[in-house]
């Protein structure tokens, strides 16, 4: 009989080999791990519209009859998020758009840091604190194509670790 903790292992094993997030190697996911990336990255983005955010908010919380037509990119340069494991009270993510930098704590890094795992991004720990971080993010969602249901639409190419 396999653990909730065994099972949660292997789908991070897997999320890592997906997305081939070995040191430096450009990385990639589809579908849903895509989908969740920019939804919890389009929000905070200083480059979306206010429909542009409206409808990955709408797409990430399964609704995918949304009035928006074209393609939507979500963007970040550089994501680094750090959690305690001393100070179990530690949770937070600074989300760089170009020259301005967002930072986020509490329950919207919790799900920013748990998104990088899904997506592959293995942590790095140091001295009570454990970090995920990417570059480059670059999630291209289509609206059009994730209406038809097969699992197609939303893209992510990104640089783990930094």
């Given at each position: 009989m396999v653990t909730a903790c065994t099972a949660a292992a292997l789908v991070v094993a897997a999320a890592s080999d997906v997305a081939g997030a070995s040191g430096g190697t450009p990385a990639k996911v589809s579908g849903s791990v895509a989908l969740a990336l920019a939804g919890v990255i389009a929000p905070l983005s200083p480059e979306l519209s206010g429909a542009e955010k409206k409808a990955v908010a709408m797409l990430f919380a399964a609704n995918s009859d949304i009035p928006h037509k074209k393609p939507i990119v979500v963007t970040a340069d550089k994501i680094v998020c750090r959690t305690g494991n001393v100070d179990i009270t530690v949770r937070n993510c600074e989300v760089t758009f170009g020259k301005k930098v967002k930072t986020v704590n509490g329950p919207t890094a919790n799900e920013i840091f748990a998104t990088l795992a899904l997506a592959g991004i293995p942590p790095d720990g140091a001295a009570?604190?454990?970090?995920?971080?990417?570059?480059?993010?670059?999630?291209?969602?289509?609206?059009?194509?994730?209406r038809q249901k097969d699992g197609s639409g939303a893209d992510c190419t990104f640089q783990p670790g930094n």
């Open positions: 009570g604190s454990n970090f995920e971080s990417l570059t480059k993010l670059s999630c291209t969602i289509d609206p059009n194509a994730i």
